[in-house]
């Protein structure tokens, strides 16, 4: 019936309908949205009949759709071991059955594993063998390789396409655990992108050869290639996209959340595919090298549009469409998921923020599923908004879990197992889509012509049919018409515009395909860099070649290597290749070759490592070098980003050796390697932005974490350079800081005025009243166990080993009042106090030589039988032995073996903590910059204490009056006796001078003794110079007047030697100098204090 067809669905109806259906769409979800508008407007003209109203239908409607829909497909895939576990003798966690996946606790392996089934358990951990092509193929029949993936999840993804379905596949888990190998794969071993776009182009050229010519069938394929980092999108097929803030997602009625601007590259077939792949892969390495950004912290999503265009059966045109969405999301870890939880700025980045948010979705689309009404939060984050449709909407959609086999990532593994299991509840409703266009433009000439035939049919002329008074109905035909004229014409534009561009992108195409081919060739007989990276997927994306003749590497003009980037200067480095035989590297800036920083010209040799600045890693390829070392028999090793990492730890003096290493030891190099860079960037950045920060890698022994055994534990020592605070990070607090501070970085680069932040949101800022630990000492108990009184004073020693103070502790075996029993209640053996109640006292009394610098200080210890921490008051430290005051008694009760043997074996940790007061930093360096102080061994930084420092101002100026009413004093005497000879005069003033020098102590800044100096030492009395003296004079009176209590020897110097004073930027230079202990040609800059 004619009303049934125009029937106008209530909004809620028409969103649940937008939301997609498979089976016989009506006329208004196909109708692209000007016909939607006019529907709309023509809405109050039309009187919908009672009888047609909708809400029974509808309500039924509903029901039936929320039964269609198809689950979420999901498939877990275990790796191998990588190297290192393989060296640590990993445990490994997951077993499969069939489509069930084991985890096992690695603490309690004998124990039964948690079971999870999906549509599909891949074991690619072992089983399999490297061909000579290097493809991983199966030796039994368990192993899943890329053949075998693709199979069972690529060709339903092309089979859908086909049909006219939106897909998706995106995978899912912790970084390294085999996301991107599913993916994109590595080498031989493609994965299902590749590989899908491979078989749909040999599908399609399947088709052309055996459709119908009658059909006219065209295929369109373009491509799109996109990342969000830190919540902002990038096209990474156009780097002039790379603009802060990104591009805008946008939100249109049919389509839902689109990306604005994002380059849609027409293909014409896989290697142009390939290209555009490889291209923006190139954009994305150049992009996070820049932008110090982690990559694992980027989700790339790539989509193919594939359209398919032909008649029908009856003769008329269609238009399918498939968008394919392939998404390669970020690293699943969260950095907050232990240790940052106290920090302050733990909420700070938004690093996270997309794959949080995609978690909740996940989870509020599965609680729905049960039957709980809950929104889905896709709006709170942009990748959320992005796969709105993939996750709930109109799309096939499959998930790859990847997962983890060794004992280490136990936790991680886990939670990528329950976010799995989460996803396959999840319902997704896909229709085919076919182009709205057509669609409309065949309901359209339908709905006329049944139109037409009714008004024939009833021949009424102006009578009202169905409650439509004709001239509406005569309206509504003229406005489809006019809609139809509309469509045809927009369907010619858009065939128009795909062929133009692709025509227009081919000429470009082209031209990189053949920059690319010469490129690879060039790559065989020219030096040049090949880029490291810790994401294996933009390793060796980019190449600079070092053709013959002197290039120079920097950060703009004049370098013709141009690195952007932290750290890297102007000039940062000259590279002389003589006719390819030498090469030779002159460092400006910070290099570093296999490891070892370079000051001189150095060669550089096939396979070296080089790092320019602080993330842009390297290989050095020479093939001439390369083709002498083979024929020499030289190893040339295979070079990664953790080999080339490892080598600069062990130049930093870390041991990297794995031979004979526990799996504790190896552990902690994993982390050593992990961290190391990250401090690096953090260091840079502090550098950059001028924010007096200096990080450094502290290790903490699970001893002196109050565990008896387990693995030392890498923190982060964070030293605040203007007031000599120092804090220990851990690694979690340490990696969430660092995000921001790329954040802040970033818009500092990009050139952002307020890319500063207040001090409460500065990652860089750390309260000075924040909690230190100064150290731990031990407490041994065997006394105890013998029922005899202990009373020591026990070193406190911090991380290096260095004694900080001492504390005063007693443990005292009492009865059960607490008061200390006899001398004669000694036992001789501890046995005999098995099964008996015994009761000691710990007692900490006082804490003895605390350094000055702090303003609090307490104590806590625990047993390691107990996981209870005992935790005294905070006592104010303004003494150098504070009071500690603190005292508690245990009991067992009974005595047990187990309490015995503790108590005779493992001594009790007792670990003292801090609050700092803030420091002064030495008055010549008040003005430093960062990078200046980065200069200077911070164990030579001198701080005076805020009280220090004021007594000392006062002392200065009361010294300065007594000078200069002695100066008066001297100036009347000096006019009294008028009559001397001129000689005689010098010689008096030499002596006033020498006395006034002599007042001046002398010693160095850092008060080393060996570095003082002599008056006598400056050759002061063999010159007699008039204007030497006067400056000599000033100087000292300069000193005064800014209250500065020193006078650098080198101005002294200077004056005595040339009679100059220094510039203002050698004194600035040998006042950074002084400090070092390091500097001029004469050895040491030095300073003369004045007294
Ligand atoms: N199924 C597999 N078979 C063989 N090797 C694998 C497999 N899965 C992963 N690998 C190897 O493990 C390493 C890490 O894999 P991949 O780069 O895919 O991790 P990822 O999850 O993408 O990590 P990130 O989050 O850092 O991008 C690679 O060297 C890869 O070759
Ligand atoms: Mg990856």
């Not at 999901?74 to 985890?103: C, H, W, Y």
């Not at 065209?218 to 830190?230: A, D, F, G, K, T």
């Not at 008055?923 to 430093?928: I, V």
Request: proline share 4%; charged share 30%.
């Amino acid at each position: 019936m004619l009303c049934d067809s125009l029937q106008l669905p209530s909004i809620r109806e028409e969103n649940e309908n937008m939301r997609g259906r498979s089976v016989t769409p009506r006329r208004q979800d196909m109708m692209p949205s000007p016909s939607r508008e006019i529907f709309r407007q023509t809405r109050p003209l039309t009187k919908t009949p009672k009888s047609l109203k909708t809400t029974k239908i509808a309500s039924k409607e509903k029901r039936r759709l929320k039964k269609m829909g198809d689950n979420v497909k999901v498939a877990v895939r275990v790796r191998p071991f990588n190297d290192r576990e393989k060296q640590r003798k990993a445990k490994l966690i997951i077993e499969m059955e069939g489509s069930t996946t084991i985890i096992k606790d690695p603490a309690n392996m004998e124990a039964e594993g948690r079971k999870y089934t999906f549509d599909y358990s891949y074991w690619s951990h072992d089983g399999y063998k490297e061909r000579d092509d290097g493809y991983l193929e199966p030796v039994d029949g368990r192993y899943a390789d890329q053949a075998h993936v693709f199979k069972d999840l690529g060709r339903g993804v092309l089979s859908n396409a086909w049909q006219g379905f939106n897909c998706s596949l995106f995978a899912y888990g912790q970084t390294g655990s085999g996301k991107s190998y599913s993916m994109v794969g590595y080498g031989e071993n493609k994965g299902i992108v590749p590989v899908t776009c491979e078989e749909l182009f040999k599908g399609i050229e399947e088709k052309k050869l055996t459709d119908d010519q009658e059909k006219e069938a065209e295929y369109q394929v373009s491509v799109s290639m996109l990342e969000i980092y830190n919540e902002t999108v990038k096209d990474l097929l156009n780097p002039s996209s790379f603009k802060k803030g990104g591009l805008k997602v946008r939100e249109h009625p049919q389509k839902g959340f689109y990306v604005e601007q994002l380059r849609i590259s027409p293909v014409r077939n896989y290697s142009d595919i390939e290209a555009r792949i490889s291209e923006g892969n190139f954009n994305r390495t150049v992009a996070a090298t820049n932008m110090n950004a982690t990559s694992s912290r980027a989700h790339t999503i790539v989509a193919i549009n594939f359209a398919q265009k032909a008649k029908n059966d009856a003769g008329k045109s269609m238009t399918k469409t498939s968008i394919i969405n392939l998404v390669d999301l970020a690293g699943s870890e969260r950095a907050d998921s232990t240790g940052a939880t106290g920090d302050r700025l733990k909420e700070g980045s938004m690093i996270n923020k997309s794959l949080l948010c995609l978690g909740n979705c996940i989870k509020a689309l599965a609680d729905k599923q049960l039957g709980k009404t809950t929104a889905v939060p896709y709006r709170d984050s942009t990748l959320t908004r992005l796969l709105k449709n993939a996750l709930g909407g109109n799309s096939k959609t499959i998930m790859i879990a990847a997962l983890s086999p060794a004992d280490i990532n136990y936790d991680e593994t886990l939670s990528t197992l329950r976010f799995a299991d989460r996803a396959k509840s999840i319902k997704t409703k896909a229709i085919v889509n076919e182009s709205p266009t057509d669609k409309l433009i065949r309901e359209m000439k339908e709905e006329i012509k049944r139109l037409q035939d009714q008004l024939k049919g009833g021949g009424t002329g102006g009578v009202v049919i169905q409650g439509i008074p004709q001239d509406e109905v005569e309206e509504m035909r003229r406005q489809m018409e006019e809609e139809l004229k509309k469509n045809q014409q927009e369907m010619e534009d858009m065939k128009l515009t795909w062929q133009q561009r692709l025509k227009e992108q081919e000429e470009g195409s082209l031209k990189m395909l053949l920059e690319e081919r010469n490129k690879q060739e060039a790559r065989k007989t020219t030096p040049h860099f090949w880029n490291l990276n810790e994401d294996p997927m933009l390793t060796g994306m980019i190449v600079h070649f070092v053709p013959a003749g002197k290039h120079i590497l920097g950060n703009s003009d004049p370098a013709d290597i141009i690195l952007k980037g932290l750290s890297v200067q102007r000039e940062h480095a000259n590279i002389v290749n003589k006719s390819n035989s030498v090469i030779k590297i002159q460092p400006k800036g910070t290099v570093l070759v296999n490891g070892k920083t370079i000051t001189e010209e150095t060669e550089l040799r096939h396979n070296d490592r080089v790092m320019f600045g602080s993330t842009h890693l390297y290989v050095f390829h020479h093939p001439q070098d390369a083709a002498k070392q083979e024929k020499e028999g030289t190893n040339i090793e295979k070079v990664s980003f953790d080999s080339a990492q490892q080598e600069i730890a062990e130049n930093k003096g870390f041991d990297m050796g794995t031979k004979g290493k526990s799996t504790e030891d190896l552990l902690l190099q994993e982390d050593l390697l992990r961290i190391m860079p990250m401090v690096n960037e953090a260091n840079a950045m502090s550098e950059e932005l001028d924010k007096k920060m200096k990080f450094e890698l502290a290790l903490l022994s699970p001893q002196a974490r109050g565990l008896k055994d387990g693995k030392t534990e890498v923190l982060i020592k964070a030293k605040n350079l203007e007031n000599g605070n120092e804090f220990l990070w851990d690694q979690n607090k340490f990696i969430n800081r660092k995000y921001i501070m790329q954040e802040m970085y970033q818009n500092y680069s990009e050139g952002d005025d307020d890319w500063d932040y207040e001090k409460e949101k500065d990652p860089f800022w750390e309260p000075v009243d924040s909690s230190v630990m100064i150290g731990t000492a031990f407490l041994y108990l065997q006394s105890v166990a013998y029922c005899v009184e202990f009373d020591e004073m026990i070193p406190v020693t911090d991380m290096a080993a260095q004694e900080k103070c001492k504390l005063k502790v007693k443990a005292i075996p009492c009865d059960q009042k607490g008061i200390p029993l006899n001398d004669d209640t000694f036992v001789e053996d501890p046995k005999e106090l098995l099964n008996t109640a015994f009761r000691f006292k710990i007692s900490i009394d006082q804490c003895l030589g605390l350094p000055r610098k702090y303003a609090k200080v307490w104590c806590r210890y625990k047993f390691y039988f107990s996981d209870e921490w005992n935790t005294s008051e905070m006592a104010d430290s303004d003494t150098l032995n504070p009071n500690i005051s603190y005292e508690e008694m245990f009991t067992a009760d009974p005595v047990t073996q187990v309490f015995i043997d503790d108590l005779q074996e493992t001594p009790l940790l007792i670990q003292v903590w801090g609050r700092q007061k803030p420091g002064v930093l030495e008055p010549s360096l008040a003005k430093a910059t960062t990078k200046e102080l980065f200069k200077i061994d911070p164990e030579k930084l001198r701080y005076l204490s805020q009280d220090k420092q004021q007594t000392k101002t006062k002392a200065a100026t009361a010294a300065q009056k007594k000078a200069d009413k002695k100066d008066k004093k001297a100036d009347k005497n000096a006019a009294k006796s008028k009559v001397t000879s001129n000689d005689k005069d010098k010689d008096e003033q030499i002596e006033q001078l020498k006395a006034e020098i002599e007042r001046l102590k002398i010693a160095m800044s850092n008060n080393s003794s060996s570095n003082n100096i002599r008056v006598g030492d400056l050759g002061f009395a063999d010159d007699s110079s008039d204007r030497k003296l006067r400056m000599l004079g000033s100087l000292v009176s300069e000193a005064r007047n800014k209250n500065k209590p020193v006078v650098l020897t080198d101005r002294v110097d200077s004056v005595l030697r040339t009679g100059q004073d220094l510039s203002p930027n050698r004194i600035r230079e040998a006042e950074v100098n002084a400090a070092m202990g390091s500097g001029n040609e004469s050895g040491k800059s030095k300073v003369c204090t004045i007294s």
